[in-house]
């Protein structure tokens, strides 16, 4: 792999990025996109195994082990407590599907949680009968707990919400909605997606009973890398809806034994996808590498340079809160006059500009990652005042 660039030399942390000659990337947030030094090599891995199945000279079991202990240490956890998926929905998923649910039990999100969340609670609604109860989102800690006390009931089993949620942007007071969860004997389930390589996060110190991830996002990872982590106690909660060779640490025809491992390797069974797995840990090395104190204090310069630069506008509103330490890499606005889809695509045409289109908020959600700079935000508001004058 090739020597890394320096962040404070941010031109040459962008020519890692070929993709940006032809257009501004904005949107790291739906889909990240691999440095090339890490893209070489996991495609290396991948032609490689494909190539030679068994025959390959790389160990990928090994691999996909370093892996886990890369997001362990990432995560601040222990590496049996990670088990790798294809996305965050699957987590959300290991979780919904894992726990035996009665008719009458209830679960408490936000009004701002994807569809990872909300399909899969919904469809819980219709088969098992349970109950949904929606808070509005806030960056304060008291307001958060007060907001979920006031819904909470003896049937409450599961808190779930983003860190970071995907349409306003808001970091929400995870630590104390877990706490608040734990001191009502309520499991604690938190989506990563937005927050993971962005802002520290470590699961102990949120407290949760699960944790979920994606690798495409800001980890800029393959497509089809996920990351679950289960506190040790919640873990032995969840009956898993799917085993298969790789699940049972004792299976034994002859006495009927079928032992789950008591790690997350439970949920990880028959032919995977290992070179993706690998591929991811060839993303995170580059990021780390490049310092996650200095990726988050980049991002932060960012997002506050263009929430500064929207706020001087009249015709735009901001949607996400404007301290960075209530929000991470997601800004979200409104323009006066637009529809977003529209804008989005007026974008694309002018800049070839990729965007995020919110339609709860009639908004436009911007994603300032590692390799975006100032010059970028100038281009888009440039465009948003051209068009605001015509």
Known sequence: MNPLPNLADHDSVRAAFPGLRDGIYLNVGTYGIMPEPALTAFLALVEEYETFGLFCSSDIGQKVEATRETVAALLSCSATAIAFTGNATDGTNLVLAGLTWRAGDEVIITNEEHEAIVHPLLY?????????????????????????????SPRT????????????????????????????????????????GVIPTQVRDLGCDFYTGNGHKWLLGPKGT?????????LQQLSPAHVGAGSLEVADFASGTADLWSSGRRFEYGTRATTLIAGLDCSIGWLARLGWEQIETHIRHLSSYLKARIQERPYLRLLTPPAFDHAAGLTTFAMEGWEAGELSRELMRRAGMCV????????????????NNEADIDTLLAILDAIADS
């Open 157 to 196: 089993r599961l808190l779930a919400f983003s860190h970071v949620t995907c349409e306003s942007g808001t970091r929400l007071p995870a630590a104390a909605m877990c706490e608040w969860a734990a001191e009502n004997r309520i499991l604690s389930l938190v989506d990563g997606a937005q927050s993971l």
């Open 124 to 152: 819980l609604q219709c088969k098992r009968q349970i109950r949904i109860h929606r808070v509005s989102v806030s960056p304060d800690a008291d307001v958060m707990r007060a907001r979920c006390a006031a819904v909470a």
């Open 356 to 371: 995020r289109v919110i339609p709860h908020y009639n908004g436009i959600r911007i994603a300032t990652a590692c390799f």
């Open 226 to 234: 996920g990351i679950f982590y289960a506190a040790p106690d919640a």
